[in-house]
């Protein structure tokens, strides 16, 4: 579920808490890379049983519901189908799936409160009127599902309940959400383990991302002693912090990840260096490994595989 894109961004972070404090050692960093995987999983996994717990609320309300001297025609009409579904049955009934979410702890981490008034609130939408006043297909359950988890996302509980646990929710957020779009979809399922099958894949973790960082650390003394020269003009101990990360992280890729051609490695930090750094660093980052990468064209040092991977 993790790209390319978002490890290099983990990396990023976790070269500037390096840069910030000295003190931690590579195999900090290496340990904390691995953390920093895993709760992006947890994450998927947290919103799963958010969805879950939103949905569970439609059962304490049947009752309330069905409990009232003077039903309204809503009242009368009202089931907890938003909980007894196929699609949230099918994670509510999953004892892999639960004995996962009983391990990372998620009844501590989800308020009760939270989780009452989002349902509360998300009750009085026309969406959900609609959906207890008829019948619905598989697809348009999971229609509704996916617009209570657009609820969520949107809710401040929901964010406040994330930020306690999950500072990495914004960075990953694309992700989780496209992970959990497709896990719904492919409910119900007679695959126990299919949410194992939204792991995050070794090739992207190990082979690029921890290599990645790893070699980042490792060569970081060499790899500015090529970057310095092409600096010109530029002060290099005043740049951003965040500028030299991404350019060292470059020049990493640049020279050892023969599989990834030098101008989607260029364009990518290019784009991250919008995103996370100064308004000017897009243009001068894009200038710097520009240079770089015409050096190394020139020298003959950049060793890509297969035709057309140099540009």
């Given at each position: 579920?993790?790209?390319?894109?978002?490890?290099?961004?983990?990396?990023?972070q976790l070269l500037y808490a390096q840069d910030r404090d000295p003190v931690l050692k590579s195999k900090d960093i290496v340990n904390a890379y691995h953390d920093e995987v895993q709760k992006s999983y947890e994450l998927f996994l947290f919103s799963l049983y958010v969805i879950m717990s939103v949905s569970e609320c439609s059962t304490q309300d049947e009752k309330k519901r069905k409990s009232k001297h003077l039903p309204s025609d809503l009242d009368k009409i009202f089931s907890n189908k938003l909980f007894t579904n196929e699609i949230i049955s099918g994670i509510a009934a999953n004892k892999v799936l639960l004995k996962k979410f009983e391990k990372l702890g998620f009844d501590t981490k989800v308020n009760n409160d939270y989780i009452n008034k989002i349902y509360d609130e998300f009750s009085k939408k026309e969406e959900y009127t609609a959906f207890l006043k008829n019948e619905q297909s598989k697809d348009e359950t999971i229609e509704l599902l996916l617009e209570l988890y657009r609820f969520c996302r949107q809710d401040e509980y929901f964010n406040e309940m994330l930020e306690d646990s999950y500072y990495n929710w914004l960075d990953d957020k694309s992700l989780v959400v496209g992970s959990v779009k497709k896990f719904l979809k492919a409910l119900p399922s007679d695959n126990a383990n299919l949410a194992d099958t939204f792991l995050p894949d070794d090739e992207t973790v190990k082979?690029?991302?921890?290599?990645?960082?790893?070699?980042?650390?490792k060569n970081k003394d060499k790899n500015m002693k090529v970057i310095i020269p092409v600096l010109e003009n530029w002060d290099h101990e005043r740049l951003a912090i965040i500028d030299t990360i991404l350019i060292r992280m470059a020049l990493t890729e640049f020279l050892d990840f023969p599989t990834i051609p030098s101008k989607?490695?260029?364009?990518?930090?290019?784009?991250?260096?919008?995103?996370y750094s100064t308004a000017k660093s897009k243009e001068f980052i894009n200038g710097i490994l520009d240079?770089?990468?015409?050096n190394f064209e020139e020298n003959n040092e950049l060793k890509k595989e297969g035709r057309g991977l140099i540009s």
């Open positions: 579920m993790l790209s390319r894109r978002s490890v290099r961004v983990k990396v990023m082979d690029f991302g921890l290599n990645l960082l790893k070699l980042s650390i989607v490695t260029l364009n990518e930090y290019v784009e991250l260096a919008k995103q240079k770089l990468m015409k």
